[in-house]
C-alpha cells in the first residue's frame, strides 16, 4: 500500500458522545447496570404486566431493552449481579455506566488509547486529557 492509500480514521468532533468506539482493536462499548436503576429508585424506569411478567424498562431509552424483573431481581441477588447492558443513548448522570472493553489486554498503539475522550461518562468533567510519555534522557 503506498501512503496514499492508508487513511486513518477520523476522530469526531465529540467522541464522549459515542456509544461504541472501533477505532482500534480493543473495540470499546458504553454500558449501564439496569439492576442500578432499581436500587436507585431511578425515576425514569417503567413497568408494565404482560404474559404473567413485570417487565421494565427505560423510559430515556438509554438502554433499549425491557428486562422481566423476576428475572432481574434474582440475578442481583447472586454475586456477579444482572450485569452490564449496551447504552444505545447517552447515560443519565444518575446512571451506573461504565466503558468496557471487548479486549481489555490488547492495545494496537504505543501510547495506548487513539480515543481517550470515548472513556469520559459524566457531563462536567473535562473534554480532554493530556497523555505524555517522558523518556530518561
Not at 28 to 51: H, I, M, N, Q, T
Request: glycine share 6%; proline share 9%.
Amino acid at each position: 500500500m503506498t501512503p496514499e492509500q492508508i487513511v486513518a480514521p477520523a476522530l469526531p468532533l465529540r467522541p464522549q458522545d459515542e456509544m461504541e468506539c472501533r477505532r482500534c482493536g480493543v473495540h470499546c462499548d458504553k454500558v449501564v447496570y439496569p439492576g442500578a436503576c432499581l436500587s436507585r429508585a431511578c425515576p425514569f424506569v417503567y413497568s408494565y404486566e404482560a404474559w404473567g411478567h413485570t417487565y421494565v424498562g427505560c423510559m430515556q431509552k438509554v438502554y433499549d431493552v425491557e428486562i422481566d424483573l423476576d428475572m432481574l431481581r434474582a440475578a442481583e441477588a447472586r454475586k456477579a449481579g444482572f450485569g452490564a447492558i449496551r447504552a444505545v443513548r447517552h447515560p443519565l448522570p444518575m446512571c451506573h455506566a461504565e466503558v468496557e472493553q471487548t479486549y481489555e489486554s490488547r492495545r494496537d498503539e504505543e501510547l495506548g488509547c487513539i480515543n481517550p475522550e470515548f472513556s469520559e461518562l459524566p457531563v462536567g468533567e473535562p473534554t480532554f486529557r493530556v497523555i505524555a510519555r517522558i523518556r530518561p534522557g
